[in-house]
């Protein structure tokens, strides 16, 4: 094809990108075509709490066959309790694992794969934070946090994408940050852990693309402040303009997005303007903006989670 050709069937492909962007954003989920998961074999980390726990009985209420993994065993027991609690007849595994140690992911992986076999949803969920200035922070907790939060990424995906661009059939859905797209004083590892996420996904992305295997897609999740303990103490300077989400309104939308083969999803929406902000704005204003917001002491009060 020449080139005059090619750039004119490009023009026709990203008109209709466009159209069904607008489609996705505009028509409500209902309407749209969701695939049928059931069956599937839904993996969630970070399982016994949070998300990742309203996840799971997402998953199961989807007719997925439901692993988790978590390093808290009593939490990661109870998830796999509700999930029986209200999806009688839910098949449900689960595995106690500390995603910080690269050996034990694998090795675990390799055990699900013996019980149960091919894995074809994974969502990398679980993340932990120090919350703590840049030089105020442990060498032993940066590490950990880039462990956790995305280094075991790298490992869940090496040990079940090959099986999914095998079957030409799976998903790949990263829980980053809206601190993955910026940074914020207070939480450095943190936003270089979801910074590195967020890259991951995007890579996988295309990296899944070229090898033209369509089947397989891959979603990446940046919500703004959730109120599940996490970030406790975190403060707004502007709650009422900046509402912290509520968890099963997360997880719905984080369901609804992978149903629908969204590859990205920021929440609350009004982060999409502040992201063309950042990227058209001198960083200076954007700077003060920020400032002003009071992002700068955000984190002044922060506890994070307390353990139950
Ligand atoms: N809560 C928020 O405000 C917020 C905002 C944006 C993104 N996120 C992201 O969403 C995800 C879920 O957050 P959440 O608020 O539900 O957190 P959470 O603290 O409620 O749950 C995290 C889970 O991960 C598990 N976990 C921690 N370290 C682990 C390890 N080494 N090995 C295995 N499991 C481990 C914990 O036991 C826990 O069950 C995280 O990746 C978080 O960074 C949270």
Request: with cysteine; proline share 4%; net charge positive.
């Amino acid at each position: 094809m020449g080139l005059l050709a090619e750039v004119v069937a490009l023009l026709w492909r990203v008109v209709w990108l466009w159209l069904v962007a607008i489609y996705r954003a505009v028509v409500p989920i209902s309407f749209q075509r969701r695939k049928d998961v059931t069956g599937w074999v839904a993996l969630v980390t970070g399982s016994g709490s949070g998300i990742g726990r309203l996840l799971a009985v997402r998953l199961a209420r989807l007719g997925c066959r439901v692993v988790l993994w978590d390093v808290n065993q009593q939490a990661n027991e109870e998830t796999a309790d509700m999930l029986r609690v209200h999806h009688p007849g839910a098949q449900v595994w689960t595995y106690t694992v500390d995603l910080s140690r690269r050996e034990q992911v694998y090795a675990t992986a390799k055990q699900v794969k013996d019980d149960i076999g091919v894995v074809d949803i994974v969502i990398n969920n679980a993340g932990i934070i120090a919350g703590t200035d840049f030089l105020n922070t442990a060498d032993e907790l940066s590490l950990k946090t880039m462990q956790v939060n995305v280094m075991s990424h790298f490992w869940t995906v090496r040990s079940f994408l090959p099986g999914m661009l095998q079957r030409d059939q799976g998903h790949i859905v990263t829980v980053a940050s809206s601190a993955g797209l910026m940074g914020v004083p207070g939480m450095t590892d943190y936003c270089v852990s979801k910074f590195s996420a967020v890259g991951l996904a995007d890579c996988l992305r295309l990296e899944i693309a070229k090898q033209k295997k369509f089947g397989v897609k891959t979603t990446v999740v940046c919500p703004g402040f959730i109120d599940t303990g996490m970030f406790q103490g975190f403060k707004y300077r502007f709650p009422k303009l900046m509402k912290d989400l509520k968890p099963p309104y997360v997880a719905d939308k984080i369901v609804e997005a992978f149903l629908t083969d969204q590859p990205m999803l920021c929440l609350p929406r009004s982060f999409y303007v502040l992201l063309i902000l950042k990227g058209i704005l001198p960083v200076s204003v954007f700077d003060a903006l920020s400032d002003f917001s009071g992002i700068f002491n955000a984190m002044d009060g922060f506890v994070g989670r307390k353990e139950d």
